[in-house]
């Protein structure tokens, strides 16, 4: 006659714990932030004078302060701040920007997304007002950037504060979210590429960035 087990609930808590390790371990985790010490070295910069590190509100923050001194091969944003690793796929960014400029119709902050090179990348442009030029998702291809846009809101309201930023992509898909609300949405090649950070022609600040890759 077989005895019973002396504590029936331990082999639950071994496979409970079990399944709980590995789920962690395949669980995508942040590929930068801006609290980790090698951060900063990880950047590439279209004009290294016009960004700086500084802290904002007792954060890590890196700060685009200046107009960028950069002519890029077409028409595209001047000032990039470009990780130089990984090249990326279906990924997630999240970060907390604040536009420092005045307030005019095309106050942008960028997000880029498959850089392959100056010449060959996509960003959502994140701007007051829409137009033809403002407020898209972009592509450049070889040529100046063209809107490639699906869906957009009439602009954002950048106002004076901080305020959540999320781009996700998805094969070709993009979609951006401004404080929550999907504000862009694009189709583009599905390249793979490096993952960046800036402005057509304006200033701002960026914290507490994320990059999970899917």
């Known amino acids: 006659m077989t ?6 609930n331990r082999a639950r808590w071994s496979l409970a714990a079990a399944a709980l390790a590995a789920a962690c371990a395949t669980a995508p985790r942040p590929l930068v932030d801006f609290a980790a010490p090698d951060t900063r070295a990880r950047f590439t910069f279209t004009d290294p004078a016009a960004f700086r590190w500084i802290e904002a509100d007792g954060q890590p923050c890196l700060e685009l302060f200046a107009a960028a001194r950069y002519q890029p091969p077409h028409r595209s944003p001047l000032a990039i701040a470009l990780l130089r ?3 990326l ?6 970060v907390e920007a604040s536009q420092t400029g005045r307030e005019y119709p095309h106050r942008d902050l960028v ?3 498959a850089y392959r090179d100056p010449a060959h990348f996509a960003y959502a442009h994140l701007a007051s007002k829409g137009d ?3 407020h898209h998702v972009m592509l450049v291809d070889g040529k100046d950037r063209r809107p490639v846009t699906t869906h957009r809101t009439e602009g ?3 106002g004076n504060g901080w305020h959540r930023l999320e781009l996700r992509r998805d094969g070709t898909r993009v979609e951006v979210r401004f404080d ?4 862009l949405a694009g189709e583009v090649p599905a390249w793979r590429g490096a993952a960046g950070l800036g402005s ?3 200033t701002g600040r960026f914290r507490a960035l994320a990059i999970v890759p899917r």
């Open 200 to 202: 057509f022609d304006d």
């Open 180 to 183: 929550g609300e999907l504000a």
């Open 89 to 94: 796929g279906d990924f997630t960014l999240r």
């Open 132 to 134: 033809a030029t403002a």
């Open 85 to 87: 690793e990984p090249q």
């Open 111 to 113: 997000l880029v997304f």
């Open 3 to 8: 005895r019973p087990s002396c504590c029936p």
């Open 156 to 158: 954002v309201a950048w």
